[in-house]
Structure formats: structure tokens, C-alpha cells
């Protein structure tokens, strides 16, 4: 549930209008607290690491390099478009490689946080990491390709923007075909009934509490969200009153 955590993290935090130190050890902390290999979660890395071929700085200029970055983000980011700012935030953050494990995962959370501050996905119904984990050869070679371009961000840029656009036609796609029909009723889906249902293909099952957290919303809210899914036969709950869940309509 890490990648879950953070995602509901950045989206609570969306409307903030200056970020801090804090606030980007408190992401990491949530999405690699419990897989880091090496070095302290939330804590800017005290270790040299290597990412291939690619020494990041030395551990002792991470929270000066962070600083500069955080002070460009609260300020000049703000007069690009969002989908350049993010890109140009998610290469540096991993060129910075600030922690000592996690960078990867909480660089694209810091990407995409970026879009839900600036506004691009209201509804926060995407993440672009989904194109990244299933690209992982040319989403290393593009950002490798930075360096060896000598800081040359162009094809960087293209690149994500390529992820940006190919991720949101897909969400656009299912958000118009998930139709499901039961007799004569037809159910086409909300954005966060999308969401749901992508967040129910990727876990064993969610508890009523946990849906209510992630989509940010009442309970009574969620139940009414939920309803046309189960009487659809997308969505189903399993287990005692208690100790429900919520399941996908095609699982066991």
C-alpha cells in the first residue's frame, strides 16, 4: 500500500503552495519506508551511491542541491507549463539522487504531484508512472541520455511528454469503454470510479476505510460511489461485517 499512501499523500497536499524539506522526506518516508535496502527512510542519504555508470553528488551537498531545487520549484516552475516543469523536476530530483533508496519511485511521485499542484488533473484519475515501470529500458536510457547530451534536457522532455500523452489517451479510452451491463442497466464510469477499479486490479482487496482515504471522500460518499459497481458486477465485497473488503468483480 506504500504507492497508495504516497499518491494519497500529494493529492492531499495538492493545494500547497510552497514545499519543503519536510514535506518531501514525509513522501519518501511513506513510499520506500518499508523496502529500502540501505540508509534511513525520510532522511536525505549520509552514503555515496551509484546508479549504473552515474555518480550522483556527494552526500554532503544532497541538501544544498535539494534546497536549490525546492527554491526553483516554489518559484520559476510556476511560469512553465506544468507538463515541462514536471519533467524538468522529475530529472533533476534523479540526477540530486537525494536518499539512499526510493529515489526512482518518490522522483515520479514528485513528478506527478507536480500536475495535481498546478491543476493539469483535477480529478486525479492518472499517474504516469504505470508507462515508466512498463518502459523501464528507454525511461533509464532517456534519463542516462540527459548526461550524455551534457545537461541537454530536449530529449528528456519529449520523451515525457510521449508518457503524459499516451497515459492519459489510455485512462481517456477505458473511462469510455469500461461499460458493464446488468439487464438492462448500463453503467458508465466516473473518474474515481476508474480510479477504483485500477486500484482493485493492483491489490488483494481494499477495506471500506482504506477507499475512503485514497479517493479522499466521506463514507457515506464512497458507499454511494460503490453501489453501481457491485450492482454491476464490477465490484464486489467478501468477508464478515467487520472484516470486509472490496474486491473486483472478477476475482476470488
Same mark, same amino acid.
Request: glycine share 12%.
Given at each position: 500500500?506504500?504507492?497508495?499512501?504516497?499518491l494519497?499523500?500529494?493529492?492531499?497536499?495538492?493545494?500547497?503552495?510552497?514545499?519543503?524539506?519536510?514535506?518531501?522526506?514525509?513522501?519518501?518516508?511513506?513510499?520506500?519506508?518499508?523496502?529500502?535496502?540501505?540508509?534511513?527512510?525520510?532522511?536525505?542519504?549520509?552514503?555515496?551511491?551509484?546508479?549504473?555508470?552515474?555518480?550522483?553528488?556527494?552526500?554532503?551537498?544532497?541538501?544544498?542541491?535539494?534546497?536549490?531545487?525546492?527554491?526553483?520549484?516554489?518559484?520559476?516552475?510556476?511560469? #512553465?507549463?506544468?507538463?515541462?516543469?514536471?519533467?524538468?523536476?522529475?530529472?533533476?530530483?534523479?540526477?540530486?539522487?537525494?536518499?539512499?533508496?526510493?529515489?526512482?519511485?518518490?522522483?515520479?511521485?514528485?513528478?506527478?504531484w507536480?500536475?495535481?499542484?498546478?491543476?493539469?488533473?483535477?480529478?486525479?484519475?492518472?499517474?504516469?508512472?504505470?508507462?515508466?515501470?512498463?518502459?523501464?529500458?528507454?525511461?533509464?536510457?532517456?534519463?542516462?541520455?540527459v548526461?550524455?547530451?551534457?545537461?541537454?534536457?530536449t530529449?528528456?522532455?519529449?520523451?515525457?511528454?510521449?508518457?503524459?500523452?499516451?497515459?492519459?489517451?489510455?485512462?481517456?479510452?477505458?473511462?469510455?469503454t469500461?461499460?458493464?451491463?446488468?439487464?438492462?442497466?448500463?453503467?458508465?464510469?466516473?473518474?474515481?470510479?476508474?480510479?477504483? #477499479?485500477?486500484?482493485?486490479?493492483?491489490n488483494?482487496?481494499?477495506?471500506?476505510?482504506?477507499?475512503?482515504?485514497?479517493?479522499?471522500?466521506?463514507?457515506?460518499?464512497?458507499?454511494?460511489?460503490?453501489?453501481?459497481?457491485?450492482?454491476?458486477?464490477?465490484v464486489?465485497?467478501?468477508?464478515?461485517?467487520?472484516?470486509?473488503?472490496?474486491?473486483?468483480?472478477?476475482?476470488?
Open positions: 500500500m506504500n504507492y497508495f499512501a504516497g494519497r499523500f500529494i493529492e492531499k497536499n495538492a493545494g500547497l503552495k510552497r514545499i519543503t524539506h519536510e514535506h518531501i522526506l514525509k513522501l519518501q518516508a511513506i513510499i520506500a519506508g518499508g523496502v529500502m535496502d540501505q540508509g534511513r527512510a525520510g532522511q536525505y542519504r549520509a552514503i555515496a551511491v551509484r546508479v549504473g555508470r552515474f555518480v550522483p553528488p556527494p552526500a554532503n551537498e544532497v541538501s544544498g542541491l535539494m534546497h536549490e531545487l525546492l527554491a526553483w520549484w516554489n518559484t520559476r516552475a510556476g511560469g #512553465l507549463s506544468p507538463v515541462i516543469s514536471s519533467a524538468v523536476l522529475h530529472y533533476r530530483f534523479e540526477e540530486i539522487h537525494p536518499f539512499a533508496d526510493g529515489n526512482g519511485r518518490t522522483g515520479r511521485a514528485i513528478a506527478l507536480e500536475l495535481y499542484r498546478r491543476g493539469f488533473d483535477s480529478h486525479h484519475i492518472f499517474s504516469v508512472d504505470e508507462f515508466y515501470w512498463s518502459d523501464r529500458p528507454r525511461y533509464y536510457a532517456a534519463l542516462d541520455g548526461r550524455r547530451a551534457g545537461g541537454d534536457l530529449a528528456w522532455l519529449e520523451y515525457a511528454a510521449e508518457g503524459l500523452e499516451r497515459t492519459l489517451d489510455d485512462v481517456w479510452r477505458r473511462v469510455q469500461i461499460v458493464a451491463q446488468t439487464g438492462q442497466k448500463t453503467i458508465f464510469l466516473q473518474p474515481k470510479q476508474e480510479k477504483l #477499479l485500477r486500484m482493485l486490479e493492483n488483494r482487496g481494499l477495506t471500506p476505510r482504506e477507499i475512503w482515504d485514497a479517493l479522499c471522500m466521506t463514507r457515506q460518499g464512497a458507499s454511494k460511489l460503490i453501489k453501481p459497481l457491485m450492482e454491476a458486477g464490477l464486489r465485497r467478501v468477508g464478515g461485517k467487520k472484516t470486509g473488503r472490496y474486491i473486483g468483480g472478477d476475482k476470488s
